[in-house]
């Protein structure tokens, strides 16, 4: 018996070695990437300028920052993703990825703060911040397992 268990092991430890991978008949396997943009994003940095944050995609060995038609850095930004540019004026920044030492297209316009529209608060029906919260006349509980104080909504 159990030279028959020792045959089927065998047998199927070959069977193993022998066996086509399923992607050997391609190249390599394709890569599953999601449909992300930059992100490029711009606030105002902390001693005038602006600082650009934005997302490093897989493809890319660097990338170089725009401000209109104006490159802003000598060689490609390859250690970071982001960059502070310390002159004043207004202009739209893009950066643009730089792979196997070749520009691409530039990414879309960089968002400020003022872009992004504020939702409207449930309590108040506007855009402005929720007021501020009210004491609660009840005394705080204890959470059962030694949590934190919580107090109690009126």
Known sequence: MRAVIAA??????????LATPAHAGSAAPE???EQLDRGL???????????????LLGTEHGNNVYKGAKR???????????????TPGTGVYTVRAVVK???QAP???????????????PTTGSSRRSPA?????????RCPRAGPTITSPT
């Open 8 to 17: 089927a092991a065998g047998f199927t430890l070959a069977a193993g070695f």
């Open 101 to 103: 030492n070749r520009e």
């Open 107 to 121: 990414s879309g316009p960089a968002i400020t703060p003022g872009d992004i529209p504020l939702l409207p608060t």
């Open 41 to 55: 994003v711009a606030v105002p940095a902390e001693n005038g300028g602006t600082y650009l944050s934005w997302r």
């Open 133 to 141: 919260p009210t004491r609660s006349s009840s005394p705080p509980r």
């Open 31 to 33: 890569r599953i990437v």
């Open 72 to 86: 802003l850095n000598k060689k490609p930004i390859d250690e970071s993703t982001n960059f502070t540019y310390t």
